[in-house]
């Protein structure tokens, strides 16, 4: 017989090898078990059902390479279901046992919020690491400013006086966020902790709390602290207030009293949201400039760049140069320096004083060697000079510029604006090589957990490709043409993150109508970039609707000349805004010989304008003839249009 004791040590023994296996099914199961109960999370995340999502993320292995995202999501889930309890655990256990995680430090960020009053050295460790781990910089100062806080609080707690040098170590902290981010999310939290700490703040520190109370709108907290401030060091925040309760006669006063003067306290962010205010009262561009005008006589002020620069912009066309001129020689090495050399340029050109353009043009290249109207110099200087090594250097260091595109027309004695090359359709993919199948990243790729995949890269091309896979085409292609504006030096025409770039949305379309009614595939893919973006539900301030933009007065008209159907939601159907988008460009085409340029004007300007822009205007060339029209508007719109025309071009000939 079994005595009670083995019976004992049996059950224990059984209980033992239970337990060790569940715990081994924790640590292990197949992969392809995982990724179906993170898949099904993530449907019910979806889904809105956030307990089953916690749940099914709670399955995924602890070895599993998914397993630091499945927490994070769990601590999203709970967030949801307002769990603070469960939500804090998630991100308690993903620092303990994945610390190296990429996730890690935003899960001490979050974590360290909740810790702050239950166990502030424990939220002051997370946030110091968050710190240390460097991983994005709103993260990193808000961290720092979570720091002074819990310093802060036990300072004032203990009774004790600080050191100087602890004391300014937490105020500094204070003063980087408020410096930093006046109108971020925690800056009246700031400035609430910052005036309990210190009840005696100087004058400048003083001023950023202000500012946070002003930019949040808690105009009872600024007055009081600028009532006990100079009014001269304070005067723009108090006119801020005035201009934003429309107080516009008190504003007005307070600006025209203090202008004159030149105080280095009064930050120049804030002068020129002031003068912003005062010239968005006056309705005309005429106002604005005698008002501005008048404004700039009455000061000496070393911020009076601004002023000037905004006098110029609203100035008539003869008084432009001069103005622009002064505003260059008062300051040569000023914020609007290049503006103003630029403009003078751009003045120049238009009125064909070559040999000035070119002087401009070279006292320009030698001093802003990369700006964003480098290309534009380079390319006119190279045109004056005939210099075919700067056309060249144009198409190798701004390749997808409109300028590497007319630099290339030239090179080569292309004639005419387009050339008739089909394009070959490439799928937008995942803009880089595949990471190694290892890698959390590639297990974050095959469940498709876009919103994780964005926080594990914190690229802005692959943010871009989540848009595009999640069907948003129009912030796809937005972040992408930002994101490459910021390289200082471009890929090959082959790399794949051009095709985030230009994409070929509606393709299929696109080539459908642009054969069907002799257009350029190219060129209308162009304008549907530009036009929309890529949204087909678009709609513009003066009516233009869809993809291409229709206006639904000039949509009616050319079905009914087509003996097609037309209600004004039509616009909104890819398909049909795409068809009337080529017939209406044919259309202008036809009336305009044939002149791809004039038309994709006259598509912006109006064919009216264009037919008197062609017979009036003085140009032997395409560049001259951009250059002459007299709506800024229709010129950038030209160059934008063959600009993309030409990255459609060379990303995807045949």
Same mark, same amino acid.
């Given at each position: 017989?079994?005595?009670?004791?083995?019976?004992?040590?049996?059950?224990?023994?059984?209980?033992?090898?239970?337990?060790?296996?569940?715990?081994?099914?924790?640590?292990?199961?197949?992969?392809?078990?995982?990724?179906?109960? %993170?898949?099904?999370?993530?449907?019910?995340?979806?889904?809105?059902?956030?307990?089953?999502?916690?749940?099914?993320?709670?399955? /995924?292995?602890?070895?599993?390479?998914?397993?630091?995202?499945?927490?994070?999501?769990?601590?999203?889930?709970?967030?949801?279901?307002?769990?603070?309890?469960?939500?804090?655990?998630?991100?308690?256990?993903?620092?303990?046992?994945?610390?190296?995680?990429?996730?890690?430090?935003?899960?001490?960020?979050?974590?360290?919020?909740? +810790?702050?009053?239950?166990?502030?050295?424990?939220?002051?460790?997370?946030?110091?690491?968050?710190? =240390?781990?460097?991983?994005?910089?709103?993260?990193?100062?808000?961290?720092?400013?979570?720091?002074?806080?819990?310093?802060?609080?036990?300072?004032?707690?203990?009774?004790?006086?600080?050191?100087?040098?602890?004391?300014?170590?937490?105020?500094?902290?204070?003063?980087?966020?408020? *410096?930093?981010?006046?109108?971020?999310?925690?800056?009246?939290?700031?400035?609430?902790?910052?005036?309990?700490? &210190?009840?005696?703040?100087?004058?400048?520190?003083?001023?950023?709390?202000?500012?946070?109370?002003?930019?949040?709108?808690?105009?009872?907290?600024?007055?009081? $602290?600028?009532?006990? +401030?100079?009014?001269?060091? $304070?005067?723009?925040?108090?006119? +801020?207030?005035?201009?934003?309760?429309?107080?516009?006669?008190?504003?007005?006063?307070?600006?025209?009293?203090?202008?004159?003067?030149?105080?280095?306290?009064?930050?120049?962010?804030?002068? &020129?949201? /002031?003068?912003?205010?005062?010239?968005?009262?006056?309705?005309?561009?005429?106002?604005?400039?005698?008002?501005?005008?008048?404004?700039?006589?009455?000061?000496?002020?070393?911020?009076?760049?601004?002023?000037?620069? +905004?006098?110029?912009?609203?100035?008539?066309?003869?008084?432009?140069?001069?103005?622009?001129?002064?505003? %260059?020689?008062?300051?040569?090495?000023? *914020?609007?320096?290049?503006?103003?050399?630029?403009?003078?340029?751009?003045?120049?050109?238009?009125?064909?004083?070559?040999? =000035?353009?070119?002087?401009?043009?070279?006292?320009?290249?030698?001093?802003?060697?990369?700006?964003?109207?480098?290309?534009?110099?380079?390319?006119?200087?190279?045109?004056?000079?005939?210099?075919?090594?700067?056309?060249?250097?144009? /198409?190798?260091?701004?390749?997808?510029?409109?300028?590497?595109?007319?630099?290339?027309?030239?090179?080569?004695?292309?004639?005419?604006?387009?050339?008739?090359?089909?394009?070959?359709?490439?799928?937008?993919?995942?803009?880089?090589?595949?990471?190694?199948?290892?890698?959390?990243?590639?297990?974050?790729?095959?469940?498709?957990?876009?919103?994780? $995949?964005?926080?594990?890269?914190?690229?802005?091309?692959?943010?871009?490709?989540?848009?595009?896979?999640?069907?948003?085409?129009?912030?796809?292609?937005?972040?992408?043409?930002?994101?490459?504006?910021?390289?200082?030096?471009?890929?090959?025409?082959?790399?794949?993150?051009?095709?985030? /770039?230009?994409?070929?949305?509606?393709? =299929?379309?696109?080539?459908?109508?642009?054969?069907?009614?002799?257009?350029?595939?190219?060129?209308?893919?162009?304008?549907?970039?530009?036009?929309?973006?890529?949204?087909?539900?678009?709609?513009?301030?003066?009516?233009?609707?869809?993809?291409?933009?229709?206006?639904?007065?000039?949509?009616?008209?050319?079905?009914?000349?087509?003996?097609?159907?037309?209600?004004?939601?039509?616009?909104?159907?890819?398909?049909?805004?795409?068809?009337?988008?080529?017939?209406? %460009?044919?259309?202008?085409?036809?009336?305009?010989?044939?002149?791809?340029?004039?038309?994709?004007?006259?598509?912006?300007?109006?064919?009216?304008?264009?037919?008197?822009? =062609?017979?009036?205007?003085?140009?032997?060339?395409?560049?001259?003839?951009?250059?002459?029209?007299?709506?800024?508007?229709?010129?950038?719109?030209?160059?934008?249009?063959?600009?993309?025309?030409?990255?459609?071009?060379? $990303?995807?000939?045949?």
């Amino acid at each position: 017989m079994f005595s009670s004791r083995n019976i004992v040590a049996g059950i224990f023994i059984l209980l033992l090898f239970l337990g060790l296996g569940v715990t081994f099914s924790k640590l292990y199961q197949p992969e392809a078990k995982n990724i179906k109960n %993170y898949k099904l999370a993530l449907s019910d995340y979806d889904n809105e059902n956030y307990s089953n999502s916690y749940f099914l993320f709670s399955q /995924v292995s602890a070895i599993s390479a998914l397993k630091p995202a499945a927490l994070y999501r769990q601590a999203m889930c709970a967030r949801k279901l307002g769990d603070n309890k469960s939500e804090l655990n998630s991100y308690q256990q993903l620092i303990m046992y994945y610390p190296r995680s990429r996730f890690a430090a935003e899960a001490r960020y979050y974590a360290g919020q909740f +810790l702050m009053d239950e166990n502030p050295n424990l939220a002051y460790r997370y946030f110091d690491n968050v710190v =240390k781990a460097n991983i994005d910089e709103d993260f990193t100062i808000a961290s720092e400013y979570f720091k002074a806080r819990i310093t802060a609080t036990k300072i004032r707690y203990s009774g004790k006086k600080p050191s100087e040098k602890k004391k300014e170590k937490v105020e500094q902290a204070f003063r980087n966020y408020l *410096e930093k981010y006046p109108d971020g999310r925690l800056a009246v939290n700031v400035a609430n902790t910052w005036r309990k700490f &210190n009840q005696n703040l100087s004058p400048s520190d003083a001023y950023l709390v202000a500012r946070a109370y002003v930019y949040a709108k808690s105009y009872a907290e600024a007055k009081n $602290i600028i009532s006990k +401030l100079k009014e001269e060091d $304070i005067w723009v925040l108090k006119d +801020l207030m005035l201009y934003r309760t429309r107080d516009y006669n008190n504003a007005n006063a307070l600006l025209l009293k203090h202008i004159k003067e030149d105080n280095k306290n009064i930050r120049k962010e804030d002068y &020129n949201l /002031v003068i912003d205010e005062y010239t968005d009262i006056w309705d005309s561009d005429k106002s604005k400039y005698h008002k501005l005008a008048a404004l700039l006589n009455s000061t000496k002020s070393s911020k009076r760049d601004y002023i000037w620069n +905004l006098k110029c912009s609203y100035s008539p066309k003869e008084e432009k140069q001069s103005c622009y001129s002064g505003l %260059y020689s008062a300051f040569p090495n000023g *914020e609007y320096a290049r503006i103003a050399l630029f403009q003078n340029f751009v003045l120049a050109l238009e009125s064909k004083n070559y040999q =000035k353009t070119r002087q401009l043009s070279v006292e320009y290249l030698n001093k802003y060697k990369d700006s964003k109207e480098t290309p534009m110099v380079m390319f006119w200087a190279a045109k004056i000079d005939h210099s075919s090594k700067m056309l060249n250097e144009i /198409v190798y260091r701004y390749p997808d510029s409109f300028y590497a595109y007319r630099a290339f027309w030239i090179l080569h004695n292309i004639n005419g604006a387009t050339i008739n090359s089909p394009l070959k359709f490439k799928q937008v993919v995942y803009p880089y090589k595949l990471p190694d199948r290892k890698s959390p990243l590639y297990s974050l790729l095959l469940v498709k957990d876009y919103e994780m $995949i964005k926080k594990y890269t914190n690229d802005k091309f692959i943010e871009s490709w989540v848009e595009y896979e999640k069907g948003n085409y129009a912030t796809s292609m937005i972040i992408a043409r930002d994101a490459m504006a910021d390289l200082d030096v471009k890929p090959t025409k082959s790399d794949l993150r051009w095709r985030l /770039v230009y994409p070929q949305n509606y393709f =299929k379309q696109v080539r459908k109508y642009a054969n069907e009614y002799y257009n350029n595939e190219a060129l209308i893919m162009a304008i549907l970039r530009e036009e929309s973006s890529f949204n087909t539900q678009s709609q513009s301030n003066v009516g233009a609707m869809g993809l291409m933009q229709l206006m639904p007065t000039t949509a009616k008209e050319i079905a009914s000349r087509n003996n097609l159907p037309f209600e004004i939601l039509y616009l909104l159907n890819p398909d049909i805004n795409i068809r009337l988008g080529n017939l209406y %460009y044919s259309s202008l085409k036809e009336q305009l010989s044939n002149n791809e340029v004039m038309a994709i004007a006259a598509y912006n300007g109006g064919i009216g304008s264009v037919i008197n822009w =062609k017979n009036k205007l003085s140009y032997s060339d395409i560049d001259e003839f951009i250059i002459q029209i007299p709506y800024e508007e229709t010129q950038y719109y030209i160059e934008k249009i063959l600009g993309s025309y030409w990255n459609y071009t060379r $990303i995807y000939q045949k």
